[in-house]
């Protein structure tokens, strides 16, 4: 059975703090990956990921796939409050979603 | 407990006709979203139903494209005179309430319009 685990599923920080987010796969014929940032409305696309080992940087955010080990991590240093939200990591060729991580990050 | 269920899972229409997406949400949750994901796209959002307000039509790429909730559950979105570019996998989520920002999303449809 296809499947898409995130960890941790919440974490709380402070403002500065740097944080790893985790997303683990296992998915018949993969394509890609991809995180979203959710907040309220609709989650925002952050990064698509299709080569393992090549990192995607966008500002503090940056992320890197391991096709070997079916993973991913999202990074994001210095955070921010503004960078709380729901945080996830979606698997194609189904576009399969994980739970998400909630990140609240404190002043 | 059951999940959000879309239906048909994969449709092929023919362009220039209507098609119509069905969404099933969770019981008792009173928000629910259509979203389409084109290839190589990142998720675009369509609309949003919020209990009994007026829905967010802003993503709504064209009039050729509406949606309905009926009784606050069961959602239908309708695509009139599909053209090519219409064709996405089409995802329908849900969630229980205003103060949680978690969705739970549906399998999807897939449209090929050909």
């Known amino acids: 059975e296809d499947k898409v685990v995130q960890s941790p599923l919440s974490l709380v920080v402070h403002e500065g703090d740097t944080v790893t987010l985790n997303c683990s796969y296992e998915v018949t014929n993969f394509r890609s990956l991809l995180w979203y940032k959710q907040e309220k409305k609709a989650p925002t696309f952050l990064f698509m990921l299709?080569?393992?080992?090549i990192e995607k940087k966008s500002g503090r955010l940056s992320s890197i796939l391991d096709k070997k080990e079916l993973s991913s991590i999202l990074n994001i240093t210095a955070t921010q409050t503004g960078d709380s939200a729901i945080y996830l990591c979606?698997?194609?060729?189904?576009?399969?979603f994980g739970a998400g991580t909630r990140l609240t990050v404190k002043p | 407990g059951a999940g959000v269920s879309q239906s048909p899972s994969n449709k092929v229409t023919e362009k220039g006709k209507d098609v119509e997406l069905r969404c099933d949400p969770i019981s008792g949750h009173t928000a629910l979203y259509w979203y389409r994901q084109s290839l190589g796209q990142g998720l675009e959002f369509l609309i949003y139903?919020?209990?009994?307000?007026?829905?967010?039509k802003s993503g709504l790429p064209s009039d050729r494209f509406s949606a309905e909730r009926t009784g606050g559950s069961v959602s239908t979105l309708t695509i009139q005179r599909t053209q090519q570019e219409d064709s996405a996998v089409y995802l329908c989520?849900?969630?229980?309430?205003?103060?949680?920002?978690?969705?739970?999303f549906g399998p999807g449809t897939r449209l090929t319009v050909t």
């Open positions: 139903f919020q209990g009994n307000s007026a829905p967010d």
């Open positions: 979606a698997v194609r060729n189904d576009m399969r």
């Open positions: 989520a849900s969630r229980p309430n205003t103060g949680s920002y978690e969705q739970y």
């Open positions: 299709t080569s393992s080992g």
